[in-house]
């Protein structure tokens, strides 16, 4: 969820996307978070519906939701967890939720909950993280030595 990053955002996750081959592909869904002004649990289930849309649009067959109570992967668990989807060609959906988070039914929904920090992460931030370590994944999962243990 969230339009309109600053350029700085678009130019970093353009970097990292055009460094992966065609086989390991990333791609930028956006959607406009749901306007505010009605009660959060209701905003997040509108934001909710149109996330499972755009998924199944996507093919998109496992859905990781990035929570701050999910669970704390390293770099290493990322290229594993990658390169097992890639191996049995399940479609991912990194989730990032709006100012408010994720609707609770997309946590349920999800093959796995992942927070990208103990810290609290502008969306912007995020965006460009998480784009950075699926680029270390494939380093890691190619022996590329952008990833040096």
């Not at 149109?50 to 701050?68: K, P, Q, T």
């Not at 989807?85 to 796995?112: C, E, H, N, T």
Request: glycine share 6%; net charge neutral.
């Amino acid at each position: 969820m969230g339009q309109r990053m600053p350029a700085w955002v678009d130019e970093a996750c353009d970097d990292y996307a055009k460094r992966l081959p065609r086989d390991f592909a990333i791609e930028l869904t956006e959607l406009k978070p749901a306007p505010r002004g009605k009660p959060v649990a209701q905003i997040l289930a509108l934001e909710a519906a149109r996330i499972v849309d755009a998924c199944g649009a996507s093919g998109v067959s496992a859905i990781v939701a990035l929570d701050e109570h999910g669970a704390d992967w390293s770099s290493a668990e990322l290229a594993r967890r990658l390169g097992r989807w890639r191996d049995d060609a399940v479609g991912v959906a990194f989730v990032i939720g709006s100012a408010d988070g994720l609707d609770a039914s997309i946590k349920r929904r999800a093959a796995a909950t992942l927070r990208l920090s103990s810290m609290t992460l502008p969306h912007a931030l995020a965006r460009v993280l998480l784009f950075e370590q699926v680029y270390r994944a494939w380093s890691m999962l190619s022996g590329h030595p952008y990833h040096r243990a």
